[in-house]
């Protein structure tokens, strides 16, 4: 099985820069998932911004839902993966799943399963949202709640996990 390492933080907080960095430690190619769709202009000036800070070493998995389906012959040979973001992975699955959380727990719940098929090391981006105040409207909370309850599932099955704030990476497990 993948030695699963979850980095999480909030916002702009050097998460994914922290977890480029670690991948990239790995010999050989490297593989970037991102679940990020282009939705409009500033998406995709965004992620344009984020591929130009990869190097040739990079190899480029699109894939916004169906990561067990894709990413098992995608990272075979690869050195390391990256998958950023967790946080936009389970919104999509949200949506695809008609705002079901039971649904997106189970996607989550078989992704952690299907790394059993993984020799790389994956490295896993989310975004920690619930420090804040409670939100106004349902699927805000219902959000809210599920990234929770989806980064604390990673994290159990991490073999290491980390927080990261003002480009500071603290070890939690």
């Not at 030695?3 to 977890?19: P, Q, V």
């Not at 309850?149 to 603290?170: D, I, K, M, R, Y």
């Amino acid at each position: 099985m993948a030695e699963l390492i979850l980095i999480t933080g909030g916002t702009r907080s050097g998460k994914s820069a922290f977890a480029q960095r670690c991948a990239e430690a790995h010999a050989g190619s490297l593989l970037y998932v991102a679940t990020a769709t282009i939705a409009d202009s500033e998406m995709a000036a965004r992620i344009f911004r984020h591929q130009q800070v990869r190097g040739e070493r990079w190899n480029l998995l699109e894939e916004p839902c169906d990561l067990c389906g894709r990413l098992p012959a995608a990272a075979a040979g690869q050195g390391a993966i990256l998958l950023d973001c967790v946080t936009l992975w389970i919104t999509n699955l949200l949506f695809a799943h008609n705002e079901e959380p039971t649904a997106v727990l189970a996607e989550v719940r078989r992704f952690i399963a299907c790394l059993a098929a993984i020799d790389a090391p994956v490295y896993l981006v989310s975004n920690e949202v619930g420090g804040g105040i409670v939100p106004e409207n349902r699927l805000a909370r219902l959000f809210r709640d599920l990234a929770g309850e989806v980064n604390q599932e990673l994290a159990a099955a991490a073999n290491s996990a980390w927080l990261v704030v003002a480009g500071l990476p603290l070890r939690l497990k």
